[in-house]
């Protein structure tokens, strides 16, 4: 059995809309990358006119979202679809991002100071974004 120990933020650094990008998301990493499924193991997306939690791969397989750190075998990948580099995700999106991670942090017990965005252990990446509000995130969930 997998022990989480962190949980990593991510952005897919596409636009998001009213149509599901998950799946698109998934054939690239599955087509392209030539991965079994999607490497995120959750994403959150503009789906209709609310934002919805999306499925990857279950938590009892190790994701494909950091090599770096061997990350990918410690943290549970997150993608928040949008491109935060150019916008600040909606207040909704983050909500729902902070629900699904409140549970994940009570269901196995990790610690808050635990949660990293993805350009902690890839530099070279801005992930989650530049304009993700990540210190402000991990306050609101101190506070929840």
Sequence with gaps: MIEWKYIMLHHSLTKDGITA????I???????????????HF??????????IQKGRPLTEFGAHCKEGNMNRQAI???CVGNF??????????DVLRSIV???????HIPIE?????NRYAPYKSCP????PFQEFVQSLRQA
């Design 21 to 24: 990008n998950w799946d698109a």
């Design 43 to 52: 994403g959150v997306e503009l789906v209709g006119d609310s934002y919805v």
């Design 77 to 79: 990948g997150i993608c």
């Design 102 to 108: 409140l549970n994940l942090l009570d269901e196995w």
């Design 114 to 118: 635990n949660i990293v965005p993805h």
């Design 26 to 40: 998934r054939r690239y990493h599955m087509e392209v990358m030539g991965w079994k499924d999607i490497g995120y």
């Design 85 to 94: 580099d150019e916008e600040p995700p909606p207040p909704q999106q983050l």
């Design 129 to 132: 974004g530049r304009l993700f």
